[in-house]
């Protein structure tokens, strides 16, 4: 992972960075502040020789080579036990154990025991009572089995249990800096790590991968769109969005002219219904005249968001109960609507019947763009049955929700039955993605770039212009 996509993983997951750092900094000082303080209390105890003379130097050696291993006695179970019967405590000889510490101080004969409890009192009377101990232990070990010659070690105190009545443990400050830190390492590895572990589509780059052409446009995330499903209505950087997918569907099929197009998305939830909608509006807008139909027969809902009528649509015209311009209503922003009618048993068998070919034809006829708003691609055959009737079609994926390889298998089943792939559409991107810029739109076709804004726009204005009369002249010839 390069600087670039490090900095991209904590910008995407910049709200799980902060929620964990937050998180881990919150539990740092609720941990610490409800800690009971320790206090400390220490004792030492001076080893050495009672003897004098040559004695004395050469005992000293042997004091050396044992002051070790009475330190680590200091720690034996059985003198831990006699501590806790001599002071009455509430406690195991394991937990005292963690209590108290045994240390030789460098080049010296003396040893340093620590001791830490939950009063300043109790700490200093267990260090008392651990030294007594100790030195009954280094007298008991010491002592010649004669028992009439002197011992050649004896142990000692040489300083009196100290008392302080400030806490040693925790330390505030640093215990609270330590978990800060480790709360930022967390935030970040967990965003790298959730980043490294997502195969949802989040960017044109993963599109252009998987499709092999780039996204025809990035459309962001407006909330508001189900209260007003109309892009003009909610946001002008939505609606901005759908006036680059026009100009850049226009430039897509400059080639070959593309009189009908077919909505869908890998899976349910992507957006189509949103995306067929407005864009059949965008093309109203520069004098098109369009037909937007609703073949999702499964889970119809354009006709909601119109508000127009869907018990006369598709079905009733394929039956024979209506002529297909006696089931197209007019919508007040100039498009023209034709919904499912009533839901049949079996959508794939008729939609992939004869009279359903001969609709599509008939509408083209009719109109400048027929637009169908179809069923997603994996769940159910009918789009894959209906795209190989119109001139291209249009995918839908949505951000940080269509995983790679549901884009992969859609273009594959799409391909597999020898659809056109016009284009893809990148929805719901969050403002702050780099996939949009300053109003909200992509970077189209491969076309649009921040240095070259102004450009595209005038080039849309110019074809807008161009369209606009080809139109009129057709409607006119009519």
């Known amino acids: 992972m390069d600087l670039r996509q490090f900095l991209t993983a904590l910008r995407t997951r910049w709200r799980f960075s902060v929620l964990t750092f937050l998180a881990g900094t919150i539990a740092t000082v609720a941990i610490v502040l409800t800690m009971t303080p320790q206090y400390g209390s220490s004792v030492k105890l001076f080893v050495s020789t009672p003897t004098g003379g040559q004695a004395e130097y ?44 045994a240390d030789v101080v460098t080049s010296t004969q003396t040893i340093d025991i620590s001791v830490r409890a939950d009063t300043p009192e109790l700490a200093q009377e267990i260090a008392g009572e651990e030294a007594a101990q100790l030195v009954e232990l280094v007298k008991r070990l010491e002592q010649p089995a004669s028992g009439t010659e002197a011992a050649a070690i004896t142990a000692r105190v040489a300083t ?12 505030i400050p640093l215990s609270i800096a330590l978990g800060v830190l480790v709360s930022l390492f967390l935030a970040i590895a967990g965003a790298l790590l959730r980043q490294l572990l997502d195969r949802t589509v989040k960017s044109r780059d993963d599109i252009e991968r998987i499709t092999g052409t780039p996204a025809l446009a990035t459309l962001p995330f407006e909330p508001n769109v189900k209260k007003n499903p109309m892009a003009s209505d ?40 949103l995306v067929a909608t407005n864009l059949a509006l965008s093309m109203v807008q520069v004098g098109k005249s369009v037909l937007l139909i609703d073949a999702d027969m499964r889970n119809p809902n354009v006709a909601t968001r119109l508000g127009l009528e869907n018990s006369v649509g598709v079905v009733s015209v394929l039956l024979g109960r209506t002529s297909l311009e006696g089931a197209i209503q007019p919508h007040s922003n100039g498009i023209s609507f034709l919904g499912t009618g009533p839901r049949p048993p079996n959508p794939a068998e008729l939609l992939g019947t004869h009279a359903m070919r001969q609709l599509i034809r008939d509408a083209t006829a009719m109109f400048d763009l027929v637009i169908i708003d179809a069923p997603p691609m994996l769940p159910v055959a009918d789009a894959s049955i209906l795209v190989t009737e119109v001139d291209g079609a249009l995918l839908l994926t949505r951000y940080g929700s269509t ?15 020898g659809g056109r792939l016009i284009g893809t559409v990148l929805n719901r991107t969050p403002r702050r993605s780099g996939d949009t810029y300053g109003y909200g739109y992509g970077y189209g076709y491969g076309y649009g770039t921040t240095e070259d804004t102004k450009g595209d726009r005038k080039a849309a204005r110019a074809l807008a212009k161009e369209t606009k009369r080809e139109s009129t002249g057709r409607r006119a010839s009519r």
């Open 58 to 101: 050469a005992a000293s050696f042997l004091v050396t080579q044992r002051v070790a291993s009475y330190a680590d006695l200091a720690k034996d179970p059985s003198i831990l036990q006699n501590v806790i019967d001599e002071l009455d405590l509430d406690m195991t000889f394991q937990q005292l154990s963690g209590k108290i510490s």
């Open 160 to 171: 009196d249990p100290s008392f302080s009545d400030k806490p040693v443990a925790p330390n």
């Open 403 to 417: 995983t790679r390889e549901q884009l992969r298998l859609a273009i594959t089943r799409l391909q597999g039955v």
């Open 234 to 273: 909610t946001d002008v950087s939505l609606a901005e969005a759908f006036r680059v997918l026009r100009t850049n569907l226009q430039f897509a099929s400059l080639d070959d002219a593309v009189g009908s197009i077919l909505v869908s998305s890998a899976v349910p939830n992507e957006g189509k219904t």
